[in-house]
């Protein structure tokens, strides 16, 4: 009867809209509890392991869906897709503080068999996919600035070329972008570990652009000074 009442939380969790999810936690949690204080057979770390386990590929499953993958992601705004991955990135983090919440409680209420600690296997992949985000989110916020030099114009002696250098920074910018919107696969499936080697590629390419813009914007305030 407690893996029944376990599988409804479960099934409420996934005809949840995504907005709702973090709700389901804690009543997830208090049944894992129940099923760990009077269960015979499912009050082992092993056991438990699991459970969060299938927990968390629900809540990734539903935040893959929510965000919509690569063309949804790198064809929203940038502003809009920055809102989207906050929003999955604190349902995640939710999960996992809402676990230890219910930890301490185990502590306390089962002291001769409680909960045990992440030692990596339990949020292994939520945790990957919470970097992947954590990623994704550095790299629309990255967009968000950039989008800002199409509009620049200079003035001062020099203006013009200032001008003319700004939006050539944001038309390389575009290139960089561009490379991450024509990856050929998911950015949100964590088993595409090839996606490490193509953010760092953007990242080192976003950094040499961030030089340049600042040596365009003290070229700038120079003029105005003089």
């Known amino acids: ?25 804690k009543p997830i949690m208090h049944m894992l509890l129940m099923i760990w204080k009077h269960s015979k057979f499912f009050n082992t770390p092993p056991a438990l ?6 927990l968390c590929n629900d809540v ?6 929510f965000l919509g993958g690569t063309g949804e992601i790198f064809g929203a705004e940038p502003k809009d897709a920055c809102e989207k991955i906050n929003a999955v990135l604190d349902v995640c983090r939710s ?24 030692r990596g296997n339990m ?27 199409i509009t620049v114009v200079i003035g001062g002696i020099a203006g013009a070329i200032l001008t ?43 950094k040499g652009l961030e030089t340049r813009v600042g040596k365009v914007l003290g070229q700038g305030f120079e003029d105005c000074d003089t």
């Open 164 to 206: 003319q250098d700004s939006e050539d920074i944001a038309k390389q910018f575009a290139l960089a972008l561009n490379k991450m919107r024509e990856l050929q696969y998911d950015v949100l499936d964590v088993q595409k570990t090839q996606f490490e080697a193509d953010i760092t590629r953007f990242t080192v390419s976003v």
């Open 95 to 118: 999960l996992k503080a809402d676990y230890y919440m219910y930890y301490a409680v185990a502590k306390t209420q089962c002291e001769h068999n409680p909960w045990m600690a992440d």
């Open 49 to 54: 392991a699991l459970m969060v386990r299938t």
């Open 123 to 149: 949020f292994k992949r939520l945790d990957l996919f919470i970097t992947r985000c954590e990623d994704l989110l550095h790299l629309c916020r990255t967009a968000q600035q950039f989008e800002k030099l």
């Open 1 to 25: 009867k407690f893996l029944e009442s376990l599988r409804a939380k479960f099934i409420e969790l996934l005809q949840s809209d995504f907005s709702e999810v973090s709700m389901r936690f």
């Open 60 to 65: 990734i499953e539903k935040a893959r869906d």
